[in-house]
């Protein structure tokens, strides 16, 4: 089955640039799509088709995909970002979703 | 506006059998896949289910193993998750998400989601 790698957590500090990144072998082959989950709130969709924005979110957050690594990326981060971020891909072998295991974002 | 609302999360033992509701609000729901997404204590989103439109492709992750069983009343706008045979590891919030396109087949986001309903599987 497909499979996606997510790094456990990453750091930032306010008004710096963090970079979240989703392995997958050749994922720049497939649609790739982002979502934020805060606790005790539902996901929110953030990228769409590996950069697309969905109207009402920032254009801090950005994506992009190529060869086996897709990533989005929150510029100019706030504290208001900190959530675990997910990526997720549709498997046409399996006709299953997959998602990434999640990054937790911590604003230093 | 779209509003995704669960329902039918329970304490329930194992072996036992629930069903969730999703009732939705605030669009054509006859012309939009449907997936059920879950989150257990602790862990990271895995998704469980998927509908399409019409019910013409159902699509169902391997750990369901046939326990689980997806349907949709488009008259009611309301989708649904059939749950039997649970395990403790089915414990987990349930959520249903709406695809961010018509007329999907599996290939798509989720654009919307509700916030979710509990299963509890313990003895």
């Known amino acids: 089955s497909y499979v996606l790698t997510q790094p456990p957590s990453v750091s930032v500090a306010p008004g710096k640039t963090a970079r979240i990144t989703c392995g997958g072998n050749n994922i720049g082959t497939k649609s790739v799509h982002w979502y934020q989950l805060r606790p005790g709130q539902a996901p929110v969709l953030v990228i769409y088709y590996d950069s697309d924005r969905p109207s009402g979110i920032p254009e801090r957050f950005s994506g992009s995909s190529s060869g086996n690594t897709a990533t989005l990326t929150i510029s100019r981060v706030e504290a208001g970002d900190e959530a675990d971020y997910y990526c997720q891909v549709w498997d046409s072998r399996s006709d299953h979703w997959v998602f990434g295991g999640g990054t937790k974002v911590t604003v230093l | 506006e779209v509003q995704l609302v669960e329902s039918g999360g329970a304490l329930v033992h194992p072996g036992g059998s629930l069903r969730l509701s999703c009732a939705a609000s605030?669009?054509?729901?006859?012309?939009?896949?449907m997936n059920w997404v879950r989150q257990a204590p602790g862990k990271g989103l895995e998704w469980v289910s998927y509908?399409?439109?019409?019910?013409?492709?159902?699509y169902y992750a391997d750990f369901v193993k046939g326990r689980f069983s997806i349907s949709r009343d488009d008259a009611k706008n309301s989708l649904f998750l059939l749950l039997n045979s649970l395990r403790d590891e089915d414990t987990a919030l349930y959520y249903c998400?709406?695809?961010?396109?018509?007329?999907?087949?599996?290939?798509?986001?989720?654009?919307?989601w509700g916030q979710g309903t509990l299963v509890t599987v313990s003895s």
């Open positions: 998400a709406r695809d961010g396109l018509p007329y999907c087949s599996g290939d798509c986001y989720s654009s919307d």
């Open positions: 605030g669009f054509t729901f006859s012309n939009y896949g």
């Open positions: 509908i399409s439109s019409s019910s013409s492709a159902i």
